[in-house]
C-alpha cells in the first residue's frame, strides 16, 4: 500500500518515526510530509533513512513535479500522524499554505487523522467542531487517548497507540477497494410535475441522502451513476450524473442505465401523481381549477424489481405512521433485497439536509437500526450494513 505519512508540529511527532518503521516494514511504500513544525521535533533525516527516499518539506522545492498533485493522486491512503489542532483546523476549513495542507485538500484517497495537543486545545469547542467536520466529511479520526502528556500531568490529547492507527489506516484503505470495479445506480430528489409553465406538484426532498450514498460508493471505489431531480444541493463531480425533472424522465434516465448494475439504490421522492394534462399557458386564477385531475407517475422502483437480472435492490419508505408494516409490504412487493425506513412524521427528521434516522430491513426478518446521525455518517453506516447483508446471502453478480 502507498501512503503519505504527514507529521506535524507536536511532541508526539517523534512516535511518527516508528510509525513510519513499522510501516515499512510490513511492506508499505511511504512518503513522508513534514510541515515546518515537524521538522524543528523531528529532523527529516530520520524519515529519509527510514524509508530510504526523499523527506519532502516544502511545495516550492520541485514546483515541476506538482508534488502535492502527484502524492495526493499516488496514494492508498494519507495519514496525519500526529495532527496539531492547527492542522485539523486548517484541513477543516481547506486553507492550503504548505505542502500537507495542499495534498489533504488535492487528496480523493481516505484521510487519517490521529490528533495529539494538550487537553485544553482539544477540547476546545473550535477544534471540537473542526474534528466534527472533518468526520462529517467521511475523515477518520483516530481519538486521542488519556495519558501523561508533554506537560507532565495526565490529561487528554495523548497520541493514539500505533496499534489503533494501523488498524485505522488499514480499515479506511479496505473500505475504499470495498466497491471497486462495481456499478452502482442511485436515484435521488424530488421530481416535479407540471401543471403550467410556472407550477407543479412537487415534495420538499433535497435529494440529500441520495448524494451522500453516491459519494460513499464512489469513496468505496464504485462507478456512480446518479440520476437526480431539481436540488440545489451538489452531487459529488466524479458521479455521472443525470438530471431530471418528472417521474416520466426519472424513469426512463434510471431504466436506461439499470442493466449491468450491480446495485441500485432508490432514494428519489418521486411524486406518486402528475397532472393528465399540462396547460401550455399559465393558468389564471379565475378560470378555476375545474377539469384538472391526476394520474398516477410510473413506479421506477418497482419496474426496476420487475426487471432485475442479479442487481442488489434497495429502497426507501418514508413513513409518517405503521412505518416498518408498510416497508415491509413495499420490500415483498417491488422485490427488494433491502429496505431503508424513515419517519418522516417528526419536523426534524427525514426530508432536509439536516440529521436523520433510519432502520433497514430485509427478506427473512433482518433489521438493523442504524441510528439517529447526520446524512454523510448515516451513508456509511447504510453501505456497511448493505455490503454486509448482501456479503451473507452471497448475492453477488
Ligand atoms: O411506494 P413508495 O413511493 O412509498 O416507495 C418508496 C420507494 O420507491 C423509494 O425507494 C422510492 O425512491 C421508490 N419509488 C420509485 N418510483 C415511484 C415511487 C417510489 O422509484 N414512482
Same mark, same amino acid.
Given at each position: 500500500?502507498?501512503?503519505?505519512?504527514?507529521?506535524?508540529?507536536?511532541?508526539?511527532?517523534?512516535?511518527?518515526?516508528?510509525?513510519?518503521?513499522?510501516?515499512?516494514?510490513?511492506?508499505?511504500?511511504?512518503?513522508?510530509?513534514?510541515?515546518?513544525?515537524?521538522?524543528?521535533?523531528?529532523?527529516?533525516?530520520?524519515?529519509?533513512?527510514?524509508?530510504?527516499?526523499?523527506?519532502?518539506?516544502?511545495?516550492?522545492?520541485?514546483?515541476?513535479?506538482?508534488?502535492?498533485?502527484?502524492?495526493?493522486?499516488?496514494?492508498?491512503?494519507?495519514?496525519?500522524?500526529?495532527?496539531?489542532?492547527?492542522?485539523?483546523?486548517?484541513?477543516?476549513?481547506?486553507?492550503?499554505?504548505?505542502?500537507?495542507?495542499?495534498?489533504?485538500?488535492?487528496?480523493?484517497?481516505?484521510?487519517?487523522?490521529?490528533?495529539?495537543?494538550?487537553?485544553?486545545?482539544?477540547?476546545?469547542?473550535?477544534?471540537?467542531?473542526?474534528?466534527?467536520? $472533518?468526520?462529517?466529511?467521511?475523515?477518520?479520526?483516530?481519538?486521542?487517548?488519556?495519558?501523561? $502528556?508533554?506537560?507532565?500531568?495526565?490529561?487528554?490529547?495523548?497520541?493514539?497507540?500505533?496499534?489503533?492507527? $494501523?488498524?485505522?489506516?488499514?480499515?479506511?484503505?479496505?473500505?475504499?477497494?470495498?466497491?471497486?470495479?462495481?456499478?452502482?445506480?442511485?436515484?435521488?430528489?424530488?421530481?416535479?410535475?407540471?401543471?403550467?409553465?410556472?407550477?407543479?406538484?412537487?415534495?420538499?426532498?433535497?435529494?440529500?441522502?441520495?448524494?451522500?450514498?453516491?459519494?460513499?460508493?464512489?469513496?468505496?471505489?464504485?462507478?456512480?451513476?446518479?440520476?437526480?431531480?431539481?436540488?440545489?444541493?451538489?452531487?459529488?463531480?466524479?458521479?455521472? =450524473?443525470?438530471?431530471? =425533472?418528472?417521474?416520466?424522465?426519472?424513469?426512463?434516465?434510471?431504466?436506461?442505465?439499470?442493466?449491468?448494475?450491480?446495485?441500485?439504490?432508490?432514494?428519489?421522492?418521486?411524486?406518486?401523481?402528475?397532472?393528465?394534462?399540462?396547460?401550455?399557458?399559465?393558468?389564471?386564477?379565475?378560470?378555476?381549477?375545474?377539469?384538472?385531475?391526476?394520474?398516477?407517475?410510473?413506479?421506477?422502483?418497482?419496474?426496476?424489481?420487475?426487471?432485475?437480472?442479479?442487481?442488489?435492490?434497495?429502497?426507501?419508505?418514508?413513513?409518517?405512521?405503521?412505518?416498518?408494516?408498510?416497508?415491509?409490504?413495499?420490500?415483498?412487493?417491488?422485490?427488494?433485497?433491502?429496505?431503508?425506513?424513515?419517519? =418522516?412524521?417528526?419536523?426534524?427528521?427525514?426530508?432536509?439536509?439536516?440529521?436523520?434516522?433510519?432502520?433497514?430491513?430485509?427478506?427473512?426478518?433482518?433489521?438493523?437500526?442504524?441510528?439517529?446521525?447526520?446524512?454523510?455518517?448515516?451513508?456509511?453506516?447504510?453501505?456497511?450494513?448493505?455490503?454486509? =447483508?448482501?456479503?451473507?446471502?452471497?448475492?453477488?453478480?
Amino acid at each position: 500500500m502507498r501512503i503519505v505519512l504527514g507529521v506535524t508540529g507536536g511532541i508526539a511527532a517523534y512516535k511518527a518515526a516508528a510509525l513510519c518503521s513499522a510501516l515499512v516494514q510490513r511492506g508499505d511504500d511511504v512518503d513522508v510530509v513534514l510541515t515546518e513544525g515537524a521538522e524543528r521535533f523531528v529532523g527529516a533525516l530520520t524519515f529519509a533513512a527510514l524509508t530510504r527516499k526523499p523527506v519532502l518539506t516544502s511545495l516550492w522545492e520541485a514546483p515541476e513535479t506538482i508534488p502535492h498533485i502527484a502524492l495526493a493522486r499516488a496514494a492508498d491512503a494519507i495519514a496525519i500522524v500526529p495532527a496539531t489542532a492547527n492542522a485539523i483546523a486548517k484541513i477543516a476549513l481547506g486553507l492550503a499554505d504548505d505542502l500537507l495542507s495542499n495534498i489533504a485538500l488535492a487528496a480523493r484517497v481516505p484521510l487519517i487523522v490521529a490528533p495529539a495537543m494538550n487537553s485544553a486545545m482539544y477540547e476546545h469547542p473550535a477544534t471540537q467542531a473542526n474534528l466534527a467536520t $472533518l468526520r462529517a466529511r467521511g475523515v477518520t479520526i483516530v481519538e486521542p487517548g488519556i495519558g501523561f $502528556l508533554a506537560e507532565r500531568e495526565s490529561g487528554v490529547g495523548r497520541l493514539a497507540d500505533q496499534e489503533a492507527i $494501523l488498524a485505522a489506516i488499514d480499515a479506511s484503505a479496505t473500505r475504499a477497494r470495498e466497491l471497486a470495479g462495481e456499478r452502482v445506480l442511485v436515484t435521488a430528489g424530488p421530481t416535479r410535475e407540471a401543471i403550467d409553465p410556472v407550477r407543479f406538484l412537487s415534495n420538499a426532498s433535497t435529494g440529500t441522502m441520495g448524494i451522500e450514498l453516491a459519494r460513499e460508493a464512489l469513496a468505496r471505489g464504485a462507478n456512480v451513476d446518479l440520476v437526480l431531480g431539481p436540488t440545489s444541493v451538489t452531487p459529488p463531480s466524479e458521479a455521472r =450524473v443525470v438530471r431530471v =425533472v418528472s417521474a416520466q424522465e426519472m424513469y426512463d434516465a434510471t431504466l436506461a442505465r439499470a442493466p449491468g448494475a450491480d446495485i441500485a439504490i432508490a432514494t428519489a421522492a418521486v411524486a406518486d401523481w402528475r397532472p393528465v394534462q399540462t396547460y401550455a399557458h399559465k393558468r389564471k386564477k379565475d378560470e378555476g381549477a375545474e377539469g384538472m385531475s391526476l394520474e398516477r407517475t410510473p413506479d421506477i422502483l418497482a419496474t426496476l424489481g420487475e426487471r432485475k437480472n442479479g442487481t442488489f435492490l434497495v429502497g426507501f419508505a418514508a413513513e409518517t405512521r405503521d412505518f416498518e408494516t408498510f416497508a415491509l409490504e413495499k420490500l415483498a412487493s417491488k422485490r427488494l433485497d433491502a429496505i431503508a425506513v424513515n419517519d =418522516v412524521s417528526g419536523n426534524d427528521s427525514g426530508f432536509g439536509t439536516g440529521p436523520s434516522e433510519l432502520v433497514l430491513l430485509w427478506p427473512g426478518g433482518g433489521r438493523e437500526e442504524l441510528g439517529r446521525a447526520g446524512k454523510g455518517e448515516l451513508a456509511r453506516r447504510m453501505w456497511d450494513a448493505l455490503l454486509r =447483508v448482501r456479503a451473507e446471502r452471497g448475492t453477488r453478480t
